[in-house]
């Protein structure tokens, strides 16, 4: 074990030092800049006495954690003969895997197709099809397996390369050679209790969650859905596909505002690594709205209602743990993907009374009221 710990530590010690070099200097392309994001520390949003920190993944180029999975199923697809050149990419998704499979399609010629119910935020169809990619939408009453079940019969019928986000063990290989490995790296040599993550496709959670469980298995990871989707918590078994697709919304699930945190299913990547998961908290949706809001405003963090989530379930954990613990919750995405989302319905795009009483304090740049 000591021989092993010692391996380790300079495994971080090198990893930390090509993290600092990771985005400064010339890239040969945007692909280079995905991840190496930073963790920062909570100074107003954490509880009385718990070290709180979050990894902010919307520091990856294009927004989100997902910028790790596209990238790694690409390059996956690349090496082994699966992806051919010029071939088209299909995926199905809420949005961010779509977006990051973008940015990487156009990086390296690749023409991509997503499929997306047509419920989730108008600014993330944009985003893709800006970044040259078709989305074609399905019907929100299908959910998210309506999509999944779209994208599928495309891919076939136009032999597509499918990148099947939920089922492919190139998404949490990554996270195991990546966001792993980062996450030790920072807190090598310093406390760290617990880790509190979404699921999502399982990837994040699966890939790296077992990188840290085999080197520091005090850590406990804690998994986080909604509560009005409690598709894991209430332990009813996922009807799948011989491919591990789902076959059917699973029964428990129920529309919420988290986008990309749980699908009406449970996918299969999440299912096979839910054994390294120490304990789950249900998020009431409202709630990650409002501490979404929070981090903004009181964190200068700005992250979208997954990251406001996972902090309010981190947040929940810290009232039930010892004094002093300290905890690391993840940050999917940026809060520019929700404009068109409830969490915007309350930020004003025209001047509130306080604005304009401030305005109105002074002579100069006033409107006319009269026009």
């Known amino acids: ?114 499929t997306m119910a047509d419920s989730f935020s108008i600014e993330r169809r944009k985003i893709m099809r800006s970044l040259g990619a078709k989305v074609v939408l399905t019907p929100a009453a299908l959910k998210g397996t309506g999509m999944v079940e779209k994208a599928r019969e495309l891919a076939e019928k136009h032999s597509w390369f499918q990148t099947r986000q939920f089922e492919n063990e190139a998404n949490p290989a990554y996270h195991a050679q990546t966001t792993g490995p980062e996450i ?43 509560s009005s989707a409690p598709l894991v918590s209430n332990g009813i078994k996922q009807e799948r596909r011989a491919d591990g697709s789902p076959s059917s919304s699973h029964p428990s699930f129920t529309p919420h505002p988290i986008q990309g945190w749980t699908p009406d299913f449970i996918p299969d990547i999440t299912e096979r690594g839910l054994h390294i998961a120490d304990d ?10 409002d501490m979404a809001l929070r981090l903004g405003s009181q964190e200068g963090l700005f992250t979208g209602i ?13 009232e039930n743990v010892p004094a002093g613990s300290s905890i690391l919750a993840m940050l999917p995405d940026t809060a520019e993907r929700y404009m068109s989302t409830p969490m915007f319905a309350s930020i004003e795009s025209d001047m509130n009374a306080e604005e304009t009483e401030l305005s109105n304090s002074t002579p100069y740049a006033q409107f006319d009221d009269s026009a």
């Not at 959670?205 to 077992?210: F, R, V, W, Y």
């Open 306 to 318: 997954s990251g406001g989530a996972t902090v309010q379930a981190a947040v929940q954990l810290a």
């Open 1 to 114: 074990m000591r021989r092993f710990l010692s391996s380790f530590q300079g495994v971080c010690r090198a990893f930390h030092s090509s993290t600092l070099s990771k985005h400064s200097g010339i890239h040969n392309n945007v692909c280079e800049t995905i991840g190496s994001t930073p963790i920062i520390k909570l100074n107003s949003v954490a509880p009385k006495g718990i070290n709180m920190y979050v990894k902010c993944e919307f520091f990856n180029p294009l927004g989100s954690v997902k910028d790790r999975l596209a990238i790694g199923i690409i390059e996956h697809g690349e090496r082994t003969g699966n992806l051919k050149p010029g071939q088209t990419v299909c995926e199905a998704t809420s949005g961010n895997t779509g977006i990051g499979l973008a940015m990487v399609c156009a990086a390296k010629g690749y023409p991509l197709v997503i």
């Open 184 to 226: 030790l790296s920072a807190f090598a040599g310093k406390r760290l209790d617990f880790w509190v993550t979404g699921y999502g496709t399982g990837g994040t959670m699966s890939g790296a969650g077992k990188v840290i469980k085999q080197a520091r298995p005090d850590v406990k990871i804690i998994l986080c859905e909604p």
């Open 280 to 289: 789950l908290i249900l998020v009431e949706p409202q709630d990650a709205i």
